[in-house]
């Protein structure tokens, strides 16, 4: 028995990212300041909250899950519900409790559903999870008393006592609410990958034989998970009904769990940071992307395609990637052709959007003409030149970009070894 203490030494690593992320929270709104960019970030922590808590399925439990927006949107239902019950004085809670509630209503159905679903594992857990969200979906343009029908269940977010001025009625008050159940929620999530349950997800999603073997029972173990993620999803979904002040049928459509299915691979899953960077990829691409062209869904598709043949990790593996080539002096090997990659992607894309657009043009404005702006320049979509001068800049770029990829891998490999040389030398020391 020891008679002293110990002390961990402080990770100040740790202590200065979370100091940062909380900072970052706190400031980003008097940067961007216009009512757009209050509207984006208060979206992008509702976001980061809701593809966290499917990454704990996907990421660190292996299970995909094609129903997660049930548990996000059903949260924001009882939300939204809970919020009309304080207006009219039956319920009495204070409004920034709201999105408790909605994350009680996630774990409750999480145990409902979770049961049945967690039975199996791999793609029969895919299927039935796609099974469960199609009959949510179906249950509520079916059961208009508490889903409100196609035109849903609205509120009002201004309502009892202010408590020091604070309303909820301005925007900038509603990101400070959603700021820091998104830092405690996101603080939360990280601490469940460092307990023994998470460090058992992640066995169980490698290894799940050998997990049995040992004497644990993996349904157990996806089971407590499965609900985990369900009462943040809920989080998620009660800021949302808080923010928004509505919610429809589309809250728990397939169209919404696709997406934090595809923003979280985007993001990378396999590290805790990745859905982060989905999550804000996601709230960009749907309220700025979109707003450029009628085809973005088409362009996110291609992006999707790109990186699952080219960075099947993520956004966040190749930010790892890099960074661990930076910090043996590689990196600055690599700028030309990282340089050289970039121009010639961006000329295939080029060459690739004036097809898109003209497709688009041709399908949903032929009645305004056959000509149309893109890029400052005027494309005719009936004229052949335009469509030829457009294949033979994707197809000139696609080429000169296979040329470049192809020395790049040259190059990586052959600092890769160098690495490793570098390593196996250290440890000789």
């Not at 985007?266 to 982060?276: D, K, N, R, S």
């Not at 949903?364 to 005719?380: Q, V």
């Amino acid at each position: 028995m020891k008679n002293y203490y110990e002390f961990k030494p402080i990770n100040v690593g740790r202590w200065l990212i979370w100091s940062l992320f909380a900072l970052l929270l706190a400031l980003v709104p008097l940067v961007f300041t216009s009512s757009l960019s209050i509207t984006i970030l208060s979206q992008m922590g509702i976001a980061i909250i809701a593809c966290l808590s499917y990454n704990m399925l996907l990421g660190q439990g292996g299970m995909l899950s094609f129903g997660h927006a049930v548990y996000t949107g059903l949260g924001s239902y009882l939300a939204i519900h809970a919020l009309n019950s304080i207006s009219d004085g039956s319920l009495p809670m204070p409004v920034s409790a709201v999105p408790l509630v909605g994350g009680l209503a996630g774990m409750g159905f999480a145990l409902l559903f979770g049961y049945v679903t967690t039975r199996k594992s791999g793609t029969t857990f895919a299927m039935i999870t796609l099974g469960m969200g199609e009959l949510v979906f179906a249950m509520s343009l079916m059961i208009p008393e508490f889903f409100g029908g196609e035109g849903g269940v609205s509120g009002n977010r201004v309502t009892g006592n202010s408590f020091m001025g604070i309303t909820y009625g301005p925007p900038i008050q509603v990101y400070y609410l959603i700021a820091v159940y998104t830092f405690l929620a996101v603080a939360a999530m990280f601490a469940f990958t460092r307990t023994p349950l998470g460090r058992m997800l992640n066995a169980v999603r490698d290894n799940p034989e050998r997990v049995e073997f040992v004497g644990y029972n993996t349904q157990r173990i996806r089971f407590t998970a499965f609900v985990i993620a369900g009462f943040f999803a809920g989080i998620s979904g009660g800021l949302a009904a808080l923010n928004f002040e509505i919610v429809t049928a589309e809250v728990v459509g397939a169209g919404r769990s696709g997406a934090y299915l595809l923003f979280t691979f985007l993001g990378g899953a396999t590290f805790f940071f990745g859905p982060i960077i989905g999550a804000v990829l996601m709230v960009l691409a749907f309220v700025l992307f979109s707003e450029f062209t009628k085809a973005w869904l088409l362009y996110l598709g291609l992006i999707f395609l790109f990186m699952v043949m080219y960075a099947p990790g993520g956004v966040a593996s190749l930010i790892m990637m890099n960074l661990r080539v930076a910090v043996f002096g590689y990196l600055r090997k690599l700028w030309v052709s990282y340089l050289a990659l970039a121009l010639t992607a961006l000329v295939v894309l080029l060459g690739a959007a004036a097809m898109i657009e003209m497709i688009y043009h041709l399908q949903l404005n032929a009645g305004l003409g056959s000509e149309l702006r893109f890029l400052g320049g005027t494309l005719d979509s009936k004229s052949l030149d335009s469509w030829f001068g457009a294949a033979f800049v994707m197809l000139t770029g696609l080429g000169l970009f296979e040329v470049c990829r192809r020395q790049f891998a040259r190059e990586w490999s052959q600092i890769q070894e160098n690495i490793e040389k570098e390593i196996k030398r250290r440890e000789a020391l």
